[in-house]
């Protein structure tokens, strides 16, 4: 009797075709595969490639086997499929808002004085500690519902406007909490030297003493904390505080990431990268020293176009000179009540280009495969490849992903699938 050798088969859950693939996984490029397939296993990408190169068999459903019956064939109409995006920098977890500080700025004062008057962070660290649980997640959830209608798949939220541990515990709570609710993948970051609490006031080394040797140690323990973020500047904290923080971070076992030369050059950056952080964010002061400290370390530099256009900031970051040291740039809402009141990441995307002059290729990984990165999540998603997590948005009225870019105040989401799954966002 003779055996003759059967296809081999794919056992896949779902498959994509007619589809134009921006994988994101060519560095400062889309890494374009026109006319591609992708195929879904496991809630994980199993297969991406042209739809050509096909394995042999793949499209036949094989009635005899109930496994192959299984699998699902989309036909994504010729449109663009990027990776699901990533917003890597967030404090979307608050209470209020802080529209008369706005005006108040227009008027001439500046975010620093604001600060310095007991208005600015603290204001809002007032508003989160009185607001219960539930009405926190209500107004948090309110905010993240346009990021997902952009196809946001993965958000990093901070907390920091608690500053004592029953507020940041409830911040993180909520943060979580809003992962579930919606199905996305939430990185939360302890942020508790972002400002000092008025009970510390004129006791800031007491305070961080608070955070290095209660709140770290407590929160790392409950599992509420995925990083540790620290404010390095004139209105936060100093370096060697800083270097504290981070010191007590690496004893929890918590990667760090640091707000760095934000408003002035505190070669935080730096010292952010000496402690392997995962990124360093806004950036605006960054030196020389600090961008090759980054590059040594491979710290990912997390650009936050919208709060430099809401401070009206004249300062760019170095972002000639972080490309050609070859730094990974991610690109973030920074979505919070004072300095980026917005839920667009398209928004940011087109300003990362406008203001800071990445192309839109680098912006669009910039929500992508290097945000990925600055969360440590670049072996699970942020890419179009094999083995990552099927989470991927097609787009409308597209020529090209660049157009992602381009356009302004216009959101061309078709569909969102995570986890292999189609998500349902909220009107
Ligand atoms: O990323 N710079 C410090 N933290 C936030 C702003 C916080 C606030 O003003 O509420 C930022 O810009
Ligand atoms: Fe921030």
Same mark, same amino acid.
């Given at each position: 009797?003779?055996?003759?050798? /059967?296809?081999?088969?794919?056992?896949?859950?779902?498959?994509?075709?007619? /589809?134009?693939?921006?994988?994101?996984?060519?560095?400062?490029?889309?890494?374009?595969?026109?006319?591609?397939?992708?195929?879904?296993?496991?809630?994980?990408?199993?297969?991406?490639?042209?739809?050509?190169?096909?394995?042999?068999?793949?499209?036949?459903?094989?009635?005899?086997?109930?496994?192959?019956?299984?699998?699902?064939?989309?036909?994504?109409?010729?449109?663009?499929?990027?990776?699901?995006?990533?917003?890597?920098?967030?404090?979307?977890?608050?209470?209020?808002?802080?529209?008369?500080?706005?005006?108040?700025?227009?008027?001439?004062?500046?975010?620093?004085?604001?600060?310095?008057?007991?208005?600015?962070?603290?204001?809002?660290?007032?508003?989160?500690r009185?607001?219960?649980e539930?009405?926190?997640?209500?107004?948090?959830?309110?905010?993240?519902?346009?990021?997902?209608?952009?196809?946001?798949?993965?958000?990093?939220?901070?907390?920091?406007?608690g500053l004592d541990l029953d507020t940041e515990a409830k911040m993180?709570r909520?943060?979580?909490?809003?992962?579930?609710?919606?199905?996305?993948?939430?990185?939360?970051?302890?942020?508790?030297?972002?400002?000092?609490?008025?009970?510390?006031?004129?006791?800031?080394?007491?305070?961080?003493?608070?955070?290095?040797?209660?709140v770290?140690?407590?929160?790392? $323990?409950?599992?509420?904390?995925?990083?540790?973020?620290?404010?390095?500047?004139?209105?936060?904290?100093?370096?060697?505080?800083?270097?504290?923080?981070?010191?007590?971070?690496?004893?929890?076992?918590?990667?760090?990431?640091?707000?760095?030369?934000?408003? $002035?050059?505190?070669?935080?950056?730096?010292?952010?990268? $000496?402690?392997?952080?995962? $990124?360093?964010?806004?950036?605006?002061?960054?030196?020389? /020293?600090?961008?090759?400290?980054?590059?040594?370390?491979?710290?990912?530099?997390?650009?936050?176009?919208?709060?430099?256009?809401?401070?009206?900031?004249?300062?760019?970051?170095?972002?000639?000179?972080?490309?050609?040291?070859?730094?990974?740039?991610?690109?973030?809402?920074?979505?919070?009540?004072?300095?980026?009141?917005?839920?667009?990441?398209?928004?940011?995307?087109?300003?990362?280009?406008?203001?800071?002059?990445?192309?839109?290729?680098? /912006?669009?990984?910039?929500?992508?495969?290097?945000?990925?990165?600055?969360?440590?999540?670049?072996?699970?998603?942020?890419?179009?490849?094999?083995?990552?997590?099927?989470?991927?948005?097609?787009?409308?009225?597209?020529?090209?992903?660049?157009?992602?870019?381009?356009?302004?105040?216009?959101?061309?989401?078709?569909?969102?699938?995570?986890?292999?799954?189609?998500?349902?966002?909220?009107?």
């Amino acid at each position: 009797m003779s055996v003759r050798s /059967a296809p081999p088969r794919q056992r896949w859950d779902a498959l994509w075709v007619n /589809a134009q693939l921006a994988t994101m996984t060519v560095a400062s490029a889309y890494g374009t595969i026109m006319d591609g397939a992708l195929a879904v296993k496991d809630r994980r990408i199993a297969w991406v490639g042209p739809r050509r190169e096909l394995p042999a068999g793949a499209l036949d459903a094989r009635i005899d086997d109930p496994d192959d019956a299984k699998m699902v064939v989309h036909d994504a109409g010729g449109r663009w499929m990027t990776p699901g995006l990533i917003d890597c920098h967030t404090h979307i977890v608050h209470a209020g808002n802080r529209a008369r500080e706005f005006e108040l700025r227009l008027k001439g004062a500046s975010y620093e004085s604001i600060e310095r008057e007991g208005g600015g962070i603290a204001a809002t660290v007032a508003a989160t500690r009185a607001a219960a649980e539930d009405e926190l997640l209500e107004q948090s959830a309110a905010r993240l519902a346009p990021l997902l209608r952009e196809g946001v798949t993965t958000i990093e939220i901070k907390s920091g406007y608690g500053l004592d541990l029953d507020t940041e515990a409830k911040m993180l709570r909520v943060a979580r909490r809003l992962g579930h609710r919606f199905g996305i993948r939430v990185r939360t970051s302890y942020l508790g030297a972002h400002a000092l609490p008025r009970e510390f006031a004129g006791r800031p080394d007491a305070y961080v003493d608070f955070v290095c040797d209660d709140v770290i140690p407590s929160l790392a $323990s409950t599992g509420l904390v995925d990083a540790v973020d620290a404010f390095c500047d004139t209105i936060g904290f100093t370096r060697a505080q800083t270097a504290r923080v981070f010191e007590a971070a690496q004893r929890a076992g918590l990667p760090v990431k640091l707000h760095a030369e934000q408003l $002035s050059d505190q070669d935080g950056a730096a010292l952010a990268a $000496s402690y392997r952080a995962l $990124s360093a964010d806004h950036l605006e002061h960054l030196s020389a /020293a600090g961008i090759e400290a980054m590059a040594a370390a491979g710290t990912v530099a997390v650009l936050l176009p919208t709060a430099f256009y809401f401070l009206r900031d004249t300062r760019v970051p170095p972002v000639a000179a972080l490309r050609k040291a070859g730094v990974p740039m991610a690109v973030a809402t920074d979505c919070n009540p004072g300095t980026s009141p917005t839920t667009s990441l398209l928004l940011a995307l087109n300003m990362a280009c406008t203001l800071f002059r990445l192309t839109p290729a680098e /912006a669009l990984a910039g929500v992508t495969r290097h945000a990925a990165h600055a969360l440590g999540l670049q072996n699970r998603c942020g890419m179009l490849q094999a083995g990552l997590a099927a989470d991927f948005v097609l787009w409308d009225d597209l020529e090209s992903p660049g157009e992602l870019a381009y356009r302004l105040g216009y959101n061309p989401c078709h569909r969102i699938v995570r986890g292999g799954t189609f998500a349902v966002v909220p009107s």
